[in-house]
Every structure is written in structure tokens, then in C-alpha cells.
């Protein structure tokens, strides 16, 4: 089970401390991955405490697929498949809850074939292109251990927790990349509403962005 104390913000030295000294980290980081080598590093460390549960590992918004890379790196010899999720050229609906600063969200257009190429070299991944959670369906049978949701806006990021939460194992992990970010106010948003009243409190991470701990409060995990 992952100690929420190590990810947490009061812990960020040391946590850098740790990723500089971490050379098979700095080896599988890829540098097309928009998320900061930090985030990539929680998300590293917490997919290492999981390799050994049930369940499966999603991503929702892969852009050039470099979070995905490293999700893929960490389950490569293991018996778990990454689903990921993008709309690729699709256009987005939903910008109500984003500020127009220029980077909504439509400025990360890349090709499905362009992200299978770079991840072709993985034989357990699965791609599946298109609005979530218009393709949420062809994973509805399955359990999940970690799932990284990435995907900038209100209505994707609350359709995530409506689709994942029920999926989690008890200890898997749901990591919001834009939740707090001050260009994203949907993402903090849509997880504020999706977590009120569970007994899940949403940690925020010492990378930036804020992760749930499926069965853990701040309580039980002696926050
Ligand atoms: C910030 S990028 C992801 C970056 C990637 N995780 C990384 O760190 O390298 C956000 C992605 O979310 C995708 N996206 C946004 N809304 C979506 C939706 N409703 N369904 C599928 N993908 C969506 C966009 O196409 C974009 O590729």
C-alpha cells in the first residue's frame, strides 16, 4: 500500500532528492512528456508500489505519449495492460471551464499513428481514439490499480471519476495531473464535486496536481 506521505507537498526536497539520484528514472523519463520530470516521478514511485496488485493501468490524454512511455516502462514485464485515451484530431467540446489563454487544449494535436509509432516497441498497450467517455465502454469489465487522468477539462476529468472510481481496487490510485492548476480551474472543479461526501480526501501531490488514494482519508493515513 503507498504511504501518502512521501508524495505529499511538504516532502517535495526530498522527493527531488530521491528522482536525481534515481538513474533508471532519468533513463525511462521521456522528454516529450508534458507533465515535469517531479510528476513523472510520483507517478514512477506510485506505479512501483502497484505492480504487484490486481488491475490494470489507463491514461486519459496521452498527447505524444510520453506519460504514457513511462507508464509503459513500468508495467513492461508484468501481466497488466495500459489503456490509454485521447480524441487525437477530434475536436473538444467542452472549454467552458478553461480560461482563454491560448493552450485550451486544442493546441495538442498529435496523430494516433505518430503515438503508436513512438510506443510500438511495448506488446500491452491499448489505444482506443476518441472523446471520452465516448470510448470508456471497451474497458467497462476491467479493474484498475492506477490510472492517470490527464485530460484538462471539466467534463472529461468528472466523466473519469463517474467511470474509474467504481473500477479502483482499494489502494489503487487516481492521479488528477491539472487539478489545482491555475489554467485548468474545470479539473479542480470536476474532482471537488466528483469527492465530496466520499470518504476519499484528494492529497495534493509535491509534484503539483492532486491524487486519491482509493479507501484512504487523511485519517487513516495519518495525514
Ligand atoms: C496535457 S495533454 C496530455 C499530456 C500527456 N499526458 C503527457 O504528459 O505527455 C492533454 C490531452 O488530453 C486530450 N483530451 C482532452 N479532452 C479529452 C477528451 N474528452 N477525450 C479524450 N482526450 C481528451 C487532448 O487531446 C490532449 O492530448
Known amino acids: 500500500m503507498i504511504n501518502v506521505n512521501n508524495f505529499l507537498v ?10 536525481n539520484s534515481d ?3 532519468k533513463m525511462i523519463f521521456d522528454r516529450d512528456a508534458v507533465i515535469s520530470d517531479l510528476k513523472g516521478y510520483v507517478l514512477y514511485k506510485s506505479l512501483k508500489e502497484l505492480v504487484n496488485s490486481p488491475g490494470d ?59 503508436q509509432k513512438k510506443l510500438n516497441r511495448f506488446n500491452n498497450i491499448t489505444i482506443y481514439p476518441g472523446i471520452f467517455p465516448s470510448t470508456a465502454h471497451n474497458v467497462e469489465d476491467k479493474i484498475f490499480c492506477l490510472v492517470h487522468v490527464d485530460c484538462d477539462f471539466y467534463a472529461p476529468i468528472l466523466a473519469c471519476c463517474e467511470f474509474f472510481y467504481p473500477r479502483m481496487i482499494d489502494g489503487g490510485i487516481m492521479v488528477f495531473d491539472d ?8 479539473a479542480t472543479r470536476a474532482v471537488n464535486e466528483f469527492f465530496n461526501g466520499k470518504i476519499e480526501d484528494i492529497f495534493l501531490s509535491s509534484a503539483c496536481g492532486g491524487f486519491v488514494v482509493k479507501g484512504i482519508n487523511k485519517l487513516n493515513a495519518g495525514v
Request: glycine letters at 8%.
Open 57 to 115: 493501468v489507463a491514461e486519459i490524454g496521452i498527447y505524444k505519449g510520453g506519460s504514457a512511455n513511462l507508464l509503459a516502462e513500468c508495467i513492461k514485464d508484468t501481466d497488466k495492460t495500459l489503456y490509454l485515451f485521447d480524441s487525437f484530431d477530434e475536436v473538444i467540446p467542452d472549454t467552458q471551464f478553461v480560461p482563454d489563454d491560448g493552450t485550451n487544449g486544442h493546441s495538442f494535436h498529435y496523430t494516433i499513428e505518430e503515438v
Open 23 to 25: 538513474g533508471y528514472f
Open 10 to 19: 511538504k516532502n517535495k526536497n526530498k522527493l527531488e532528492e530521491d528522482m
Open 179 to 186: 487539478y489545482e492548476f491555475f489554467e485548468t480551474p474545470g
